[in-house]
């Protein structure tokens, strides 16, 4: 079985899918059978007719890619938002009076705006492309008894591939051969450690991330060789599957785009109904239809804020630019403040929160434990009280330098593994004892070995030293110690085996979350080999080795941080329940008794009650794909808005599906990075505490500037239906409002935007979803600001005219109220509840920069004879100056008395 002759005719596959055979539990399979029901031979592989049809029939091996939005569809989308719509409203008003340069100004806005929106989407889709290029390589393959090097996109089920340390895997295979064959699985299933393969079959339950017998798309073998008979191409690989995950991930409003689109619909309404109101007014009042209509239109375009949209995109860039600065990049503007609303961060464990690199913590050897000081790969640190290592300790550290395959070496500073990450730590351990694995294994040359295989779970290799030949053990501690006869004491001497000892310890180092391995030998006679030791011989126990990929330490103070600002951090992670607890006990996600969910338990749960389960547990362990896409839509469900870190290709889903995804730009894959919303540029979880409080200032800043631009609108609207239902001259014309909005929202509301951020913004709890942009005070104060503005224009107006002053002087004297408030009104701004003098006067120049151009801008209006005649705008003296001014004093002093009483 598992040989097809020549000139046989297989039998057909069993297709459902391109791609793809029948779906079969292939690990379930026997590798004979495996290859029996694809047709393949496992000494020939397959014959390049085969190859022909089946490549009809299922296409190239490469991931379909999304069908994505075109270049023309994309930009037309960027007119439909509601903001945008608002603002081509403005546009369409004006151009119906008949003022085109006015007109070609708004929709000049609009298109700027569309413009910064497509380009930032036209990166945001290409997650599948990166998907395709993660397993594009070359592979080796038999075909017609002979070994070919081909691209990876030529493959068929059936193909025999052959794999090498190194190699990436081109399609999911069931191996059926292997030799000393490790995978790094990590972007895949999230274990933090190196798999070891063989072709044995599997019970059908057995989890993705234990199927030694396969071998996955995308993931790396980095030791051994083997081979195995591709069963899943293309599309219908596991990687294939996450991006079908990914493509069904609808893209998610943030919740600031949800809340602006919920405010400007409100802002259409009232604006709606006060122009109705003035043109309902105006016929009661016996005027023509037409003067209502375009008195209506004036309304209109005072009470439509048309900066709000540009403010919105500028302050949402100064924010990227500032991220940019500390270390995270923002692919999606937004993004920037919805880190600042984020109520729960989900996290991956391996690379995010912790080093990525396996760290000696603890040896046992002698019966005494040796604490072991340093972090990483990099040799320094000591162990114990750095006096010399003999004995039973030096031997542990001398069997895990000889038994072991992995290379330390140095590159731009950085210490780096070539090779297994847990045989990696075994070398820089011993480099802390002054041992260096090159002189060793020059001094002790490795005569046989027998490679670790999962089923044995040892390793063993055979050395000369001094004349006398040793095997030595290294791997599970329950596999070695019952073989184990005697143990060697703290200076090398053979002695009675402490059973009950060892086992202590090894208990004790698994709760504090150490992997534990365990360290013997054999001495060999000189004439047998490594097959003739039998499996009843008696090995002396040398000792433990407790290893950790430890926590980042500025991920703890990060942690803590994000608590601080009321932020809970969960863990979800592919790696074993109690080395995920104890990395989270000791980052301060979890707590002395707080529970561990894995996800064959999370399995378990419907929705409801997975619901209830994300609310009480912080740490989620042994989680596949779809579960960590059920966790973040269970917190969603929960009214969080959620953030996602992660850097392998099994985070993907997840990542699109949260809030926000964070991508870590060092250690993650491209597919994670272009799921991603933010990409972390040092793969630092620190960063992200500078995410949310840089999100957080961006949406302050944006709430400053709508405080700051409403009651300058709604005062415009007011001054027009104070007129209207006075029966009096309109105080400013359409031109004039346009003008106010345009310039003032520029040069005095956008230096807002550079507002530094304020102290103890990371000491308030996240606002709450459901929270609308402005709360009743902030209402409140844009009432009480209208009212002022009112009161001061259409006041002085009407003064000016019963001076005797022209109607053109006295629309002048109105139109410089609006603007002399607004700068006013600008500094209270600076901070909704703090004084300017408490703020700091000159802690923005932005501000004082805009004041001074505004100031120019207005003398050139008043004065300009050009301006005069556009606008319809007049020069006024000294004494009209000094009414202007004294209104916009008198109502920077009522908002700071009201900011001050509010407070106490």
Not at 34 to 54: H, K, V, Y
Not at 763 to 776: G, N, S, V
Not at 812 to 823: G, S
Request: proline share 4%; hydrophobic share 50%; charged share 20%.
């Amino acid at each position: 079985m598992g040989r097809q002759r020549k000139g046989d005719l297989p039998p057909p596959l069993p297709e459902t899918a391109k791609g793809a055979v029948q779906s079969i539990a292939w690990h379930c399979l026997a590798a004979d059978e495996a290859a029996a029901r694809l047709a393949a031979s496992f000494e020939d592989g397959l014959g390049e007719d085969e190859i022909a049809r089946r490549r009809a029939t299922h296409g190239e091996n490469r991931i379909s890619p999304k069908p994505g939005k075109g270049p023309v569809l994309r930009l037309a989308l960027q007119f439909v938002q509601p903001l945008v719509l608002v603002l081509l409203l403005a546009g369409l008003v004006t151009a119906i009076l008949g003022e085109w340069v006015d007109a070609g100004v708004i929709f000049g806005v609009t298109l700027i705006n569309a413009v910064i929106g497509f380009v930032q989407e036209g990166r945001a889709e290409n997650a599948l492309a990166a998907l395709a290029r993660s397993v594009t390589s070359e592979v080796t393959v038999l075909r017609g008894g002979c070994k070919q090097r081909l691209s990876s996109t030529q493959l068929v089920p059936g193909d025999v591939v052959l794999l090498a340390a190194g190699d990436k895997v081109p399609a999911d295979l069931r191996l059926f051969r292997a030799k000393d064959l490790q995978a790094i699985e990590a972007a895949l299933t999230g274990e933090s450690t190196a798999v070891a393969k063989h072709g044995e079959a599997l019970p059908e339950g057995t989890l993705l991330a234990e199927r030694a017998n396969m071998a996955y798309a995308g993931t790396v073998m980095i030791s051994g060789q083997g081979a195995g008979v591709v069963v899943a191409i293309g599309d219908r690989t596991e990687t294939g599957r996450i991006s079908r995950l990914i493509a069904a991930a609808p893209d998610l409003t943030t919740p600031l785009t949800r809340k602006m689109a919920e405010f400007s619909n409100w802002l259409l309404l009232a604006i709606g109904l006060l122009a109705l109101f003035t043109f309902a007014v105006g016929m009661w009042r016996g005027e023509s239809a037409f003067d209502m209509f375009m008195a209506a239109v004036a309304l209109a375009v005072g009470a439509i804020p048309e900066g709000l949209p540009a403010a919105m995109t500028i302050t949402l860039a100064i924010g990227v630019s500032r991220m940019a600065r500390r270390r995270a990049i923002i692919r999606k503007l937004p993004a920037v403040e919805t880190l600042g609303s984020t109520t729960v961060i989900c996290s991956d464990k391996t690379g995010t929160l912790t080093e990525n690199q396996m760290t000696v913590r603890e040896l046992y050897a002698g019966g005494m434990r040796t604490a072991v000081a340093g972090s990483g790969y990099s040799p320094n640190g000591r162990i114990g009280d750095g006096q010399p290592v003999t004995g039973a300790l030096r031997e542990c550290l001398l069997a895990g330098v000889l038994c072991n395959d992995a290379a330390l070496r140095k590159s731009n500073r950085h210490w780096e593994v070539v090779g297994d990450p847990t045989e990696g730590a075994l070398l820089v351990v011993a480099r802390k004892a002054g041992l260096d694995e090159r002189t060793l294994q020059k001094l002790f040359p490795r005569l046989d070995e027998i490679p670790f295989d999962s089923m044995r779970q040892y390793m063993v290799t055979l050395h000369e030293i001094e004349g006398a030949r040793f095997a030595y053990f290294k791997g599970a501690l329950e596999k070695l110690l019952p073989r184990s006869l005697a143990m060697l004491d703290g200076d090398g001497a053979v002695v009675e085996l402490r059973h009950d000892e060892i086992e202590q310890v090894a208990r004790g180092m698994a709760a504090e979350g150490l992997r534990v391995l365990a360290v013997a030998r054999l001495a060999v006679d000189s004439a047998r080999s490594l097959d003739a030791v039998g499996s009843d011989e008696g090995l002396q126990f040398v000792g433990l080795v407790g290893m950790v990929d430890p926590p980042r330490a500025k991920a703890i103070a990060a942690v803590r941080t994000c608590h601080t600002a009321g932020i809970v951090v969960k863990m979800i992670t592919g790696d074993h329940a109690v080395t995920a607890l104890s990395i989270a006990r000791q980052l301060g996600i979890a707590k002395i008794g707080q529970p561990v969910l894995t996800g064959r338990e999370l399995a378990a749960l419907d929705d409801e009650e997975l619901r209830h389960a994300v609310h009480r547990v912080n740490v989620f362990a042994r989680v596949e794909p779809e579960q960590k896409l059920r966790l973040v839509r269970a917190l969603q469900a929960n009214g969080e808005v959620v953030a996602m870190t992660g850097d392998g290709v099994n985070d993907a889903p997840a990542l699109k599906q949260a809030d926000i995804g964070i991508a870590m730009g060092l250690g993650g894959t491209e597919v994670a990075k272009d799921a991603a919303d933010m990409v972390l540029t040092d793969d630092d979880f620190a960063a992200i505490e500078a995410a949310v409080e840089e999100g957080r200032g961006v949406y302050d800043n944006l709430v400053k500037f709508i405080t700051w631009t409403l009651p300058t609108n709604f005062g415009e609207g007011l001054v027009i239906v104070a007129a209207i239902v006075a029966g009096a001259t309109l105080p400013i014309t359409p031109l004039q409002i346009l003008w106010i909005n345009m310039t003032t929202a520029v040069f005095l509301g956008l230096m807002l935007a550079f507002e530094p951020i304020e102290q103890h913004v990371m000491h308030r709890p996240p606002r709450p979803p459901a929270t609308p942009i402005l709360d009743a005070p902030l209402v409140w104060r844009n009432v009480l600001v209208s009212v002022l503005l009112l009161a001061g224009s259409f006041g002085l107006f009407l003064f000016e005219l019963a001076q005797g002053h022209s109607l053109a002087e006295a629309r002048t004297v109105a139109l410089n109220v609006f603007v002399v408030v607004q700068a006013m009104y600008l500094f209270n701004c600076r901070s909704l509840t703090l004084s300017a003098l408490r703020v700091g006067l000159f802690s923005n120049p932005a501000v004082w920069y805009g004041v001074l151009i505004m100031a120019v801008l207005q003398g050139l209006l008043t004065y300009l004879p050009l301006l005069n005649r556009l606008f319809a705008t007049a020069p006024i003296g000294a004494q009209e100056w000094i009414e202007i001014f004294a209104v916009g004093i008198l109502a920077y002093l009522v908002v700071g008395i009201e900011k001050r009483l509010r407070k106490n």
